[in-house]
C-alpha cells in the first residue's frame, strides 16, 4: 500500500513493477444491467418499464407522416395538416388536456427536419414517443432545441433518433421527474443532452433518469448536467464529441453504469466522463453520492477529470487506453475512490494528482486495484491523506509523495 498521512509522509509496499510486456487489451464491459457491488452499496442499471416496440400502446395524440403530408390528430379530431414536422408535432402535444396532473401520451410516426431555430416544447405531464427521425438544419441561437421542456415536471421522451445541426438535442431546465428512455444523436454538431437549473439556480433540477443513450459527431459534450440532484443514468456512448462524453456539473445523487467514450474531446482538456463545479458537493462535505459503474474511454482527451472543488466519488471499473491529455487527472477534489474494484490504463497520458492555488488542495483521494502500462504516475503537489494501493506498474513511471 502507498499511503500519505497528513503530515506528508509515505510508505509504500503493496506494489508490483513488472517489465515491459505489451499493451494490455481494452476491457470491454458486458452489455446489460449488470449489478456492480461497492463497498458503500450496490449500483445496478435504472429498471424502466417493459421494453415495446416504438408506437405501441395507448396514446392520446399523435402525429403522422403520409407522403409528403403530416397530420396530427387527438382522437376523432385533426388539429393539424401541412408540410411542418415540427408543427405537426407542436400541435399534437398542445392538444392534449389543458391542465393535466397525469401523463398524457403524444406518438410521432415519420421522419422530417425542423430548423435549429426551432424546438418542439413538452409541457408537464408529457410523453413523447418519436418513431422516426428528425434532422435538424440551419442555424440558430439560444438554447433552442428540437426537445424542449423548461419549468416541468413528469416528461418523458421514450424514443428519439436526432441528426443533423441542433445547438442542443434535447434541453431541459428547472425540471423534475424526467425519463429519457432510448436516445440516440448522430449529428454533425452542436451538444447532445443539456439538463440544468440555470433558469433559477435556488431551484434544483430533480428526478432525472436517462436508461441509454448514443451521441456521434457532436462539438460539444455528449450528455451534461448543472444543478441536478437526484440522476439515474444508464449508458452514455459517446463517439467523435467534441468535449466530454458525460459531464456532470454541481450535480448530486448519481448514479451512472456505464461512460463508454471513443474520440470524446480529442486535442482538449476535456474527458470521456468529466465532473467540475461542485460536483458531488453537499452542503460544505462531500460525502459518497456519485456511484459510477465503469468508464471507458479510448482516444480523445482524458479519460476520468474531476476538477474545481468535485468529489464524493466513486468509479468502480475504469478501461483507459491511449488518451491524448492525461487518462486521469484529479485536481482539486475530495473523497475520490479511482478503481475501487479494478482498471487498466494503458498509454496515452499520465495518471496525475494536481492542484490549482486558488482552491484548497486534493483531500482523500484513493487510487487503487489498477494496471498502469506504458505511461506515468504523477502526484504534485501532495495532497492530504492520499492512498495508493494494489497497483502494477508495467514500463511505467512513478512520482508520488
Known sequence: MVRRNRSAKSVRREEVVMPFMGRRAALLAAVGATALLTAVGTLTAPTPAVAAACGEGSYQAEAVLNGSTWTARRGGSTVYTGGDMRAAVQAAVNSLTAGRTAKERVVVRGSGSVSAGSRISLPSYTVLDVCGTINVTGTGSGDQAPVYSRGTRDVEVQNLKLTGTPLYGIFMRNVQNVVLGQI????????????????????????????????????????????????????????????????????????????????????????????????????????????????????????????????????????????????????????????????????????????????????????????????????????????FRNITRVNTGQSIC
Not at 339 to 356: H, K, P, V
Request: hydrophobic content about 30%; charged content about 20%; glycine content about 14%.
Open 184 to 387: 440516440d444523436m448522430r449529428l454533425s454538431r452542436g451538444l447532445g443532452i443539456r439538463i440544468d437549473n440555470r433558469g433559477d439556480t435556488s431551484q434544483w433540477t430533480r428526478n432525472v433518469r436517462i436508461d441509454n443513450v448514443y451521441v456521434s459527431g457532436a462539438s460539444s459534450h455528449a450528455v451534461e448536467t448543472y444543478g441536478v440532484d437526484g440522476i439515474t443514468i444508464g449508458t452514455v456512448t459517446a463517439r467523435n464529441v467534441g468535449e466530454s462524453g458525460l459531464l456532470l456539473n454541481q450535480t448530486i445523487n448519481a448514479n451512472v453504469t456505464k461512460v463508454d467514450a471513443e474520440n470524446a474531446g480529442t486535442g482538449t482538456g476535456y474527458a470521456a466522463f468529466r465532473m467540475a463545479n461542485r460536483n458531488g458537493r453537499v452542503g460544505s462535505s462531500y460525502p459518497t453520492n456519485i456511484r459510477v459503474g465503469e468508464v471507458i474511454a479510448r482516444g480523445g482527451g482524458r479519460g476520468v477529470f474531476c476538477v474545481s472543488e468535485s468529489g464524493g466519488a466513486v468509479i468502480n471499473k475504469v478501461t483507459l487506453s491511449n488518451t491524448g491529455n492525461n487518462s486521469v487527472l484529479i485536481e482539486n477534489c475530495y473523497n475520490v475512490n479511482l478503481a475501487a474494484q479494478s482498471g487498466t490504463i494503458s498509454g496515452g497520458g499520465e495518471l496525475r494528482l494536481a492542484a490549482r492555488s486558488e482552491f484548497p488542495n486534493n483531500r482523500d483521494i484513493t487510487i487503487q486495484n489498477l494496471t498502469v502500462t506504458n505511461s506515468a504516475i504523477r502526484e504534485s503537489p501532495c495532497g492530504e491523506n492520499t492512498t
